[in-house]
């Protein structure tokens, strides 16, 4: 077991910090800001950048949001529709996850989300890294769809 977590060990990277081109750009107005978090060396990947899996996880999780506000209570993911990674993510960035709704459904809540990171050392200017498109759908206590509840009801 030590063998093996030796091996492993030794074909890790330290984290990546060369500097990435990518272009600058702007967080968009029309979105709602729903989740910053910095990611720990803890998530990285072997090639020193972050897992695509955790930043999947943590889009999933900022997706929620807006459609909570709808839903009003219990609901699951039921497909990630479009899902790009533009730019890589580096330990300690500061990622912010920006949220819009995208169509709200009988049953179902599409939003769109884009992730965008700021450098460790570049605060202030801000990289597109990731863009989603998720679906969430109000369920019961059943685990079944329920119609998400009007605002005029
Ligand atoms: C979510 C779930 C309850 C939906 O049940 P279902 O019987 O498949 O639902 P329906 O076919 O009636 O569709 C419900 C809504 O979801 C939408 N939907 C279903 N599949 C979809 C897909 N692949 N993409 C986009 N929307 C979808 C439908 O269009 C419908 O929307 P509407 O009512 O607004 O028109 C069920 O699929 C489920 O429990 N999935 C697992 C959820 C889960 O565990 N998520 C976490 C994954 S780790």
Known sequence: ???????????????????VDAPEAQ??????????????????????????????????LAGSVLPARYAQGRMATVAVNQFIFR?????????????KME???????TVNVGVYAERFNNQGRYIKVTEA???YVAIDDEGKPRPVPRTDD
């Open 87 to 99: 730019a890589p993510v580096r330990v300690g960035d500061i990622l912010s996850f920006y949220a």
């Open 27 to 60: 967080v968009p107005a029309d979105h709602e800001l729903v989740l910053k978090v910095i990611p720990l060396p803890g998530d990285a990947n072997a090639n020193g950048d972050i897992f695509g899996g955790w930043v999947m996880a943590q889009v999933d």
């Open 103 to 109: 169509r709200i459904g009988r049953t179902s809540m």
């Open 1 to 19: 077991m030590s063998h093996l977590s030796n091996s492993v060990t030794t074909h890790l990277r330290a984290p990546n910090t060369a500097p």
């Open 133 to 135: 498109q998720l679906t």
